[in-house]
């Protein structure tokens, strides 16, 4: 596939992937967005038809040849392998094409480093890039010279790369630490958010799926939200109150991709857990993506990979304003599922009306009299539960609602 041949400011890259073009293709595409959110442009993708990639080159060494003559007919920059590289891939296709080679796992490393804005969020993506560095230092080491700045060099910075594994494994270990003490800040913050006894939910979904839009519509909040991958890191919480003056806390968690490389998925571990935690799941799908099939299944296995199983979960089929695929697939792990647009509103209610349902499969229907001088029951029954009726009566406050299994009445 080629792409436009016009003149580029900025950093252009030549994507390269290995299997049939009908197999790599979507993955390709995907890695193209990914380098548009970096700052740089696909100019060529380029595929080697193998059954699984070289162990030396990961094209094969005819195929790199062929590559160092389209990287001069275009003028790129350099080449993006569409897998993580091993060490001796990353040496010798640099040796061959004298230009840089970076790796899918490289590029979204330098995605977080771009877009992480809290002191969490920077501490564990240094951490990532460290271990993925560490672990590639013989690859890098020559490449190292040509990179002089741009994408897959933001985070620790060129120095820290030309240290010793020694060094490093001392920074890595500093930063285990002070992830640690930030880790057991948000512990305390979660144990607070689970003492108020209001129902947590966690938006989870492959990255890009529209879950910052859908925090920010829900509850009027400002969640940094673009139609760029990766674009918030840091877990959000807010609150939000439905009609029937039931509060539901939701927390915006970082989005998956297909591939996401193990040591972010490691160095982001508490700030998933978040999800671990949730007494809810609300599964947000782009209804648009014609992939949105792998996509749920990519969301689904990096869930089980981090052991956050048999929660309650509310499929948010969003994007229902742009077109979909003529047979759109159907979430059957679901509890719930329901078609919304985060960008019009369109579906708002029939989505009010299905996170209702879940919250009242995980309660109790309740009819009694609450002694007038017992006002305290009653507030938090308005808090934590649904108050359907409230009667005023001789005796007492006749009620009937649904409130937590867990709610003592």
Known sequence: MRFSEENHAHETYILV??????????????????LDTAGGEAVDQVTQNLPHPDPATYIG???????????????????????????????NLSNILNARVLDRTLLILDIFAAHATTKEGKLQVEMAQLKYRASHLIGMGKILSRLGGGIGTRGPGETKLETDRRMIKNRISALSYAIKDLKRVRETTRKKRMESALPTAALVGYTNAGKSTFLNLLTGSDVLSEDKLFVTLDPTTRSFSME????????????????????????????????????????????????????????YDTLSSLEITGKPILTVWNKSDLPGPEEPYRDLRADVSVRFSAKTGEGKEDLIQALERLLRENRVHIQTVIPFQDGGTLSRIRKYGQLLSEEYTSEGIKIEAYVPKYLKI
């Open 61 to 91: 060494s005819g195929k790199a040849e062929e590559l160092r003559w389209i990287l001069e007919e275009e003028g790129a920059d350099g080449i993006i392998c569409d897998d993580e590289l091993s060490p001796a891939q990353m040496k």
């Open 244 to 299: 029937n003056g039931q509060e539901l806390l939701l927390t915006d968690t970082v989005g998956f991709i297909s591939k996401l490389p193990h040591h972010l998925i490691d160095a982001f571990r508490s700030t998933l857990e978040e999800a671990r935690y949730a007494d809810y799941l609300i599964h947000i799908v782009d209804s648009s993506d014609p992939k949105a099939e792998e996509h749920c299944k990519v969301v």
């Open 17 to 34: 992937a290995v299997g049939s073009e009908e197999e790599t293709e979507g993955s390709l595409n995907e890695l193209a967005d990914l």
